[in-house]
């Protein structure tokens, strides 16, 4: 004879509880909603880019770690270029 949905879903609960502890985690989030194309490869393409921001950032402060590289300030206007000019008298 035929189950009844309702019977055979309890039964099948049951059952799994009886073979498996895992349980699915609360849900804390609204469900999932469908996005457009449009609207998907528009949140694709920032959450890239700010990876790849990020990505970059990180490779140049590792890198300026690993050669221990400090920037200096660079005036070709100021003070370092005029100790190369000749020194004339007026004489």
């Known amino acids: 004879s035929p189950v009844p949905p309702e019977e055979r879903r309890l039964r ?3 059952h799994l509880d009886d073979i498996t ?3 699915l985690p609360p849900l804390h ?3 999932a909603k469908l996005l457009s194309i ?3 490869i528009a949140i694709q393409i920032q959450q890239k880019e700010a990876f790849e921001e990020m990505q970059a950032k990180l490779a140049a ?5 690993r050669l221990n590289i400090k920037m200096l ?3 070709p206007e100021g003070e370092a270029s005029m100790q190369y000019r000749e020194v004339r008298d007026e004489d």
């Not at 402060?61 to 770690?65: D, G, T, V």
């Open 12 to 14: 099948d609960k049951k």
């Open 29 to 31: 989030h609204s469900p």
């Open 61 to 65: 402060q590792k890198l300026a770690e």
């Open 38 to 40: 449009e609207e998907s």
């Open 73 to 75: 300030r660079f005036e």
């Open 21 to 23: 502890a895992a349980r």
